[in-house]
């Protein structure tokens, strides 16, 4: 039978056998899978492990500064990179949403290349690939087609030529959360909702600013904590808003105003593959579009979304 303890033995001493005394390079994202496979690794071979947190300026509030600290408690080696105006630069002007996680996916591998050159002497790269990720076609849309594409277009970027570890590429979500859970990772990164690579960026409609990620920002922060203070979260497999690209009459006092409106979406779902939309109390809904539209300037108008996965996606890009 399957036991997260017996795993974690059996994992940490085929790292030790595989990497001896080698160092490995990994990027983190914040997400469940990357931060229990670097702690897996770094309970094996310690500070041979660096790990490189990107902040592309695309996460939710706070969040760069809160997981960093939380890898950092948890004793990992880790290197924060403030990349947020690379990505604002390559996003400039791109509307098209493939063309968005393109750009998006060139940055990051742009930005983990540079940092991993800093570093001397690594032979391996750590990934946290579980799975689904190894049968599905789940990943088409994530970094692997990115680097895939690149690879196509030029040659491979220095850290692709390292060989790769990837310690829960045997594990489903379930697991990797128990595993993440013996090991004593907090709660805020295990039971966290999925977040998509790109982040905000496939959140804001359109073309994406340094702006609008601030106010899509106030309003998820409005949204997540709000769900969290109900006992909301965790009954909701992922959860977010999208800033959309239009603008509404409302008012305010005796002026009217012109201005952004925002969908909320709050679904469940087992593996992202369908999904189908919550019916979060009215209460709920009502007290937090109050909030949104009372808080964050430019946003006069909030929707909730109520299409379930298949037809429409999770993500709305
Ligand atoms: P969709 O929108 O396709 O999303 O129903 C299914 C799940 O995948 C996430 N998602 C992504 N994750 N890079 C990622 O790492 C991406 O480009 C991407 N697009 C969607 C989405 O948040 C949901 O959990």
Same mark, same amino acid.
């Given at each position: 039978d399957w036991t997260s303890d017996v795993f974690i033995d059996?994992? @940490?001493?085929? *790292?030790? &056998?595989? @990497?001896?005394? /080698?160092? =490995?390079?990994? +990027?983190?994202?914040? +997400?469940?899978?990357?931060?229990? !496979? &670097?702690? *897996? @690794?770094?309970? !094996?071979i310690g500070d041979q492990l660096i790990c490189v947190f990107v902040d592309n300026g695309l996460l939710r509030k706070n969040e760069f500064e809160e997981v960093l600290d939380s890898y950092k408690h948890m004793g990992l080696n880790v290197i924060g990179v403030?990349?947020? $105006?690379?990505?604002? /630069?390559?996003?400039?002007?791109?509307? /098209? %949403?493939? !063309?968005?996680r393109k750009a998006i996916g060139n940055a990051f591998i742009e930005v983990f290349?540079?940092?991993?050159?800093?570093?001397?002497?690594?032979?391996? *790269?750590?990934?946290g690939t579980i799975y689904p990720d190894v049968i599905e076609s789940i990943s088409v849309k994530g970094p692997s087609a990115t680097i895939k594409s690149h690879h196509n277009v030029g040659g491979l970027p220095d850290?692709?030529?390292?060989?790769?570890?990837? %310690?829960?590429n045997t594990l489903f979500k379930d697991e990797v959360r128990e595993v993440g859970r013996a090991l004593e990772i907090v709660e805020t990164i295990i039971g966290r909702h999925p977040f998509p690579g790109p982040g905000l960026g496939i959140r804001i409609l359109g073309d994406v600013t340094a702006e609008k990620v601030k106010t899509l920002q106030e309003v998820d922060h409005i949204f997540i904590k709000g769900l969290k203070d109900s006992g909301l979260y965790d009954q909701v497999w992922q959860a977010g808003a999208m800033l959309l690209p @239009? $603008?509404?009459? +409302? =008012?305010? +006092?005796?002026?009217?105003?012109?201005?952004?409106?925002? !969908? *909320?979406?709050?679904v469940g779902s087992v593996d992202g593959m369908t999904a189908d939309w919550i019916h979060l109390p009215y209460e709920f809904l009502g007290k937090i579009s109050n909030d949104i539209i009372n808080k964050v300037k430019g946003v006069n108008r909030v929707v909730y979304d109520i299409s379930s996965k298949p037809p429409a996606t999770i993500e709305w890009e």
């Amino acid at each position: 039978d399957w036991t997260s303890d017996v795993f974690i033995d059996a994992s @940490i001493a085929d *790292l030790k &056998a595989k @990497i001896g005394s /080698d160092k =490995v390079v990994m +990027g983190l994202s914040g +997400g469940v899978d990357s931060s229990v !496979a &670097a702690t *897996l @690794i770094h309970r !094996a071979i310690g500070d041979q492990l660096i790990c490189v947190f990107v902040d592309n300026g695309l996460l939710r509030k706070n969040e760069f500064e809160e997981v960093l600290d939380s890898y950092k408690h948890m004793g990992l080696n880790v290197i924060g990179v403030d990349a947020k $105006q690379k990505f604002y /630069d390559a996003l400039a002007g791109v509307t /098209d %949403p493939e !063309a968005k996680r393109k750009a998006i996916g060139n940055a990051f591998i742009e930005v983990f290349d540079e940092e991993s050159n800093k570093l001397e002497g690594v032979k391996w *790269l750590g990934q946290g690939t579980i799975y689904p990720d190894v049968i599905e076609s789940i990943s088409v849309k994530g970094p692997s087609a990115t680097i895939k594409s690149h690879h196509n277009v030029g040659g491979l970027p220095d850290f692709m030529k390292l060989s790769v570890v990837e %310690p829960l590429n045997t594990l489903f979500k379930d697991e990797v959360r128990e595993v993440g859970r013996a090991l004593e990772i907090v709660e805020t990164i295990i039971g966290r909702h999925p977040f998509p690579g790109p982040g905000l960026g496939i959140r804001i409609l359109g073309d994406v600013t340094a702006e609008k990620v601030k106010t899509l920002q106030e309003v998820d922060h409005i949204f997540i904590k709000g769900l969290k203070d109900s006992g909301l979260y965790d009954q909701v497999w992922q959860a977010g808003a999208m800033l959309l690209p @239009i $603008q509404s009459v +409302g =008012v305010m +006092g005796d002026e009217r105003t012109y201005e952004k409106v925002v !969908a *909320l979406r709050a679904v469940g779902s087992v593996d992202g593959m369908t999904a189908d939309w919550i019916h979060l109390p009215y209460e709920f809904l009502g007290k937090i579009s109050n909030d949104i539209i009372n808080k964050v300037k430019g946003v006069n108008r909030v929707v909730y979304d109520i299409s379930s996965k298949p037809p429409a996606t999770i993500e709305w890009e």
